[in-house]
Nanobody
Framework: QVQLVESGGGLVQAGGSLTLSCTISGHTVDYAVMAWFRQAPGKEREFVAAIRWSGGTTYYADSVKGRFTINRDNPQNTMYLQMSSLKPEDTAVYSC?????????????????WGQGTQVTVSS
């Protein structure tokens, strides 16, 4: 069983920075790909970024490319999302996810395990 726990959310002013963490426990084979998704009030969940646990290949949504960085610390079993130049439209609940046979990293349905989510609020 894989468990994910996010931390690091909060309130930040536009233009500011915030780093989210996702600590993973469980069998490594079950989370070959790790990702961050977000959901704003009244909107559908959307892909933010993903990383392959082995090799470290990264993927980003166009809306965050150049502003967000996803990375992982394998020995610590922790994934991070470094967010900078934050905008009010980045306000959402951010959730980390893990999956094994992920064909399309941007599709939530491929991820078996999810964290509880952490709120990020960007004020204008």
């Amino acid at each position: 069983q894989v468990q994910l726990v996010e931390s690091g959310g909060g309130l930040v002013q536009a233009g500011g920075s915030l780093t989210l963490s996702c600590t993973i426990s469980g069998h490594t084979v079950d989370y070959a790909v790790m990702a961050w998704f977000r959901q704003a009030p009244g909107k559908e969940r959307e892909f933010v970024a993903a990383i392959r646990w082995s090799g470290g290949t990264t993927y980003y949504a166009d809306s965050v490319k150049g502003r967000f960085t996803i990375n992982r610390d394998n020995p610590q079993n922790t994934m991070y999302l470094q967010m900078s130049s934050l905008k009010p439209e980045d306000t959402a609940v951010y959730s980390c996810a893990a999956g094994g046979g992920v064909v399309n990293v941007a599709v939530a349905g491929y991820y078996f395990y999810w964290g509880q989510g952490t709120q990020v609020t960007v004020s204008s």
